[in-house]
């Protein structure tokens, strides 16, 4: 038998595992103490707290959280039609900015871009544009999502001509490369946000 390696704080580990002598660490959750030896017993991610001398392990759950109603989340624009915009969930806010779900897709209706008139959808978003908003409904069918406070809507969007990141003057967008003019639903945390 070749000595076995004691485990590393963020090591993956599956139940069963050594994870290092009771003399070093406590057993913390996940773990118990098998004559000596610290076994973990559930999947999941080492965690050593070096103050408590305490060795655990955090589980990671394979299903990715759902947005529920009156999450905010940050998306990416993928289409853009008369009444509404197709935004791909990337994370939601708030819970430990975990990501979701590759396939989940929301909506933003033409009636929750923002409060008052919108001229057109394609003056408020573009397809690429991330942007940050509030989950409204969920069940059947997409998502629903509303950009309309003031701190929701596009936190970062490319120049349609030459893609360069654009940036923000009073409340329209200006492209430092060519100069390219652009509206959108701004949010106030235009660029301010790490995406």
Avoid: W
């Amino acid at each position: 038998m070749g000595e076995k390696k004691p485990a590393k704080d963020g090591q993956f580990v599956l139940p069963g595992d050594y994870l290092g002598v009771i003399e070093e660490y406590l057993p913390g959750e996940g773990v118990k103490d098998e004559n000596g030896n610290l076994i973990a017993t559930r999947a999941g991610k080492v965690k050593i707290d070096k103050e408590r001398m305490e060795i655990s392990v955090e589980a990671v759950t394979d299903t990715p959280p759902l947005p529920e109603v009156g999450d905010v989340v940050i998306g990416q624009v993928i289409d853009v039609r008369p009444q509404s915009a197709t935004v791909q969930l990337v994370k939601i806010e708030g819970k430990g900015d975990r990501a979701i779900a590759a396939s989940t897709l929301a909506t933003i209706h033409v009636s929750q871009v923002r409060n008052g008139f919108v001229e057109g959808m394609r003056r408020e978003f573009r397809i690429g544009d991330v942007v940050r908003a509030r989950v409204i409904a969920v069940g059947k069918g997409p998502i629903q999502l509303t950009t309309r406070a003031p701190d929701l809507g596009v936190v970062y969007a490319l120049c349609s001509k030459c893609r360069t990141p654009l940036i923000k003057r009073g409340d329209q967008l200006i492209c430092p490369r060519c100069g390219n003019v652009e509206t959108r639903k701004l949010s106030t945390l235009y660029r301010k946000l790490v995406v």
